[in-house]
């Protein structure tokens, strides 16, 4: 097929079957970008990691690289030694920050040949956070609600409902003697309403 376009600036032709052939690198693109805009500009760092010893990384191996993570940044999950792990956005960002601090201090061994170090760090990450929400749950099981005592009542509930003790009857009070009676007179009154059969 002839050249159908050229560059307004150099001139250069372009093929319309060379365009067409990127199409798949734009789709790949715009999918990293749906991802995240942020967290694609990290993941386009981390590729350069695997930038060979003076050499440039061409672009059909940054595809590549990046069509490899695409499904796992899409599901917010990874798989690693069989099993699946939880990794957010958030996390991915953290592991990949981690990874550049290191490559910054040269404590790490570039270029990188596979995802493995990228995938134990969000692994990693996923058991620490895991772990965490375990320790939580014991915690608020040990601090749950005591039991309630054989004795006592089950609930407040059962302690409001729960008639009150009865008291002991008292006797009724002695009825006033009259003002200006003296005891012995009072104690004579009192033997013989007594025999009378009334009540004092």
Wanted: hydrophobic share 45%; aromatic share 4%.
């Amino acid at each position: 097929m002839s050249a159908d376009l050229s560059c307004p600036v150099c001139g250069t032709e372009l093929d319309l079957a060379v365009l067409f052939s990127h199409e798949g690198d734009q789709r790949a693109m715009a999918r990293l970008a749906e991802v995240s805009i942020p967290l694609g500009a990290r993941v386009l760092q981390y590729v350069g990691l695997f930038t060979p010893h003076k050499q440039r990384l061409t672009a059909a191996k940054k595809i590549k690289l990046i069509l490899q993570l695409l499904p796992d940044l899409e599901r917010q999950a990874i798989t690693y030694k069989g099993r699946d792990w939880a990794a957010p956005l958030s996390a991915w960002a953290m592991a990949i920050d981690q990874m550049l601090a290191a490559r910054d201090v040269q404590r790490l061994e570039l270029p990188m040949k596979g995802h493995g170090y990228l995938y134990a760090i969000l692994a990693g990450m996923a058991d620490k956070h895991e772990g965490q929400a375990e320790q939580q749950r014991e915690q608020e099981l040990r601090a749950g609600p005591r039991a309630a005592t054989v004795n006592g009542p089950a609930s407040v509930a059962d302690l409001v409902q729960a008639p009150a003790p009865t008291a002991a009857p008292r006797p009724a009070p002695a009825a006033p003697a009259p003002a200006g009676m003296s005891p012995t007179v009072r104690a004579m009154r009192a033997v013989i309403e007594s025999k009378r059969g009334t009540t004092p």
